[in-house]
């Protein structure tokens, strides 16, 4: 199962909006075949480990087991279901790392090979399993994107230098800060910070794709049912419900300490990543402060700078689309 994953990261841009799925089949005691879902309408992980398949070893199938990441799809969509496929190629067990939570699957893979004789097991590595398309998971389930909060701050605890704009990141933390862009669809900043200081919200240090830029604002603007300046949670809940009809499942925020302070008072946060330098200053704008449903799951020393990733808890249900 730790290898269907390692596989399955191999698609993490190509394969969005789908999942990252990796497949392995194993028999007579060593791998005969293995894939990934390479890219979104093409071949799903399930289909390219059979394709890798020698055609000597194909007589192994009937005694084999299929391990896969992610359910195996029942449904026809932009490829056939990989259910029905593994039922076709006849292996004797499948085992599966996770439920997949898209409405058209749900359980209906795994009951699909279970009539058609298949021994199922499911469960394995589950956590880490889904983990891994926390992404996908989270807009299907809470029909909004995963949301990861990010700030720097000084030693102690000011995001700025009496209000003006303050270097914090290293040349190498700074490269790390875009990489997490490119795994992110879209990133949000505060009506203020695009008007000081009109940030590029590019990844010009690392390689991959640019997120999709918003920016909240509180204007008067009409909007359906709504009048007047808008307060914090009509802006969030037009933005949750905006970001998922457009396909965002993963969302980066970068405002200043109100925009982020808004996402954690009203319960849209799914990790958060400070990165704390060694600089001291006098005054300026104190840092968010943390909820305290949170726990620390990573702290890195990086060029000098601390980088710690927390996680939300299960204490706190997280907030969907009201």
Same mark, same amino acid.
Request: glycine share 8%; proline share 5%; hydrophobic share 35%.
């Given at each position: 199962?730790?290898?269907?994953?390692?596989?399955?990261?191999?698609?993490?841009?190509?394969?969005?909006?789908?999942?990252?799925?990796?497949?392995?089949?194993?028999?007579?005691?060593?791998?005969?075949?293995?894939?990934?879902?390479?890219?979104?309408?093409?071949?799903? &992980? !399930?289909?390219? /480990?059979?394709?890798?398949? @020698?055609?000597?070893? =194909? +007589?192994?199938?009937?005694?084999? $087991?299929?391990?896969?990441?992610?359910?195996?799809?029942?449904?026809?969509?932009?490829?056939?279901?990989?259910?029905?496929?593994?039922?076709?190629?006849?292996?004797?067990?499948?085992?599966?790392?996770?439920?997949?939570?898209?409405?058209?699957?749900?359980?209906?893979?795994?009951?699909?090979?279970?009539?058609?004789?298949?021994?199922?097991?499911?469960?394995?590595?589950?956590?880490?399993?889904?983990?891994?398309?926390?992404?996908?998971?989270?807009?299907?389930?809470?029909?909004?994107?995963?949301?990861?909060?990010?700030?720097?701050?000084?030693?102690?605890?000011?995001?700025?230098?009496?209000?003006?704009?303050?270097?914090?990141?290293?040349?190498?933390?700074?490269?790390?800060?875009?990489?997490?862009? &490119? !795994?992110?669809? /879209?990133?949000?900043?505060? @009506?203020?910070?695009? =008007? +000081?200081?009109?940030?590029?919200? $590019?990844?010009?240090?690392?390689?991959?794709?640019?997120?999709?830029?918003?920016?909240?604002?509180?204007?008067?603007?009409?909007?359906?049912?709504?009048?007047?300046?808008?307060?914090?949670?009509?802006?969030?809940?037009?933005?949750?419900?905006?970001?998922?009809?457009?396909?965002?499942?993963?969302?980066?925020?970068?405002?200043?300490?109100?925009?982020?302070?808004?996402?954690?008072?009203?319960?849209?946060?799914?990790?958060?990543?400070?990165?704390?330098?060694?600089?001291?200053?006098?005054?300026?704008?104190?840092?968010?402060?943390?909820?305290?449903?949170?726990?620390?799951?990573?702290?890195?020393?990086?060029?000098?700078?601390?980088?710690?990733?927390?996680?939300?808890?299960?204490?706190?249900?997280?907030?969907?689309?009201?």
């Amino acid at each position: 199962m730790r290898r269907c994953m390692q596989l399955a990261r191999c698609g993490e841009f190509f394969a969005k909006p789908n999942p990252m799925v990796g497949a392995v089949i194993v028999a007579d005691g060593r791998i005969i075949g293995e894939g990934y879902h390479v890219r979104c309408g093409e071949g799903h &992980a !399930e289909v390219n /480990a059979f394709a890798s398949v @020698k055609s000597e070893d =194909e +007589r192994l199938l009937h005694e084999a $087991t299929i391990y896969v990441s992610l359910e195996p799809c029942s449904h026809w969509g932009k490829t056939p279901p990989c259910a029905d496929l593994i039922i076709e190629k006849g292996v004797k067990r499948a085992v599966v790392g996770c439920i997949d939570p898209f409405a058209e699957v749900q359980g209906r893979g795994i009951k699909k090979l279970r009539d058609a004789g298949i021994e199922v097991e499911v469960g394995i590595l589950e956590d880490e399993c889904q983990r891994l398309n926390k992404r996908f998971f989270t807009f299907h389930s809470l029909k909004r994107p995963f949301i990861t909060l990010k700030w720097a701050q000084t030693a102690n605890g000011f995001i700025d230098n009496d209000g003006k704009a303050l270097a914090i990141s290293t040349p190498t933390t700074l490269m790390l800060m875009h990489k997490m862009r &490119a !795994e992110n669809d /879209a990133i949000v900043v505060g @009506k203020t910070t695009e =008007e +000081r200081e009109h940030p590029q919200l $590019t990844v010009r240090h690392w390689a991959g794709p640019s997120p999709v830029k918003m920016v909240l604002s509180h204007g008067t603007d009409p909007l359906p049912g709504i009048e007047g300046k808008l307060s914090d949670e009509q802006v969030l809940r037009v933005l949750m419900k905006a970001a998922h009809d457009s396909g965002v499942q993963s969302m980066m925020v970068e405002g200043g300490r109100h925009t982020l302070q808004s996402f954690i008072d009203n319960n849209l946060y799914d990790e958060i990543r400070v990165e704390q330098s060694q600089q001291l200053v006098a005054s300026g704008t104190k840092a968010p402060i943390l909820p305290t449903d949170i726990e620390e799951v990573e702290r890195k020393v990086i060029t000098g700078n601390t980088i710690t990733l927390y996680r939300r808890t299960a204490q706190k249900q997280p907030t969907a689309i009201p």
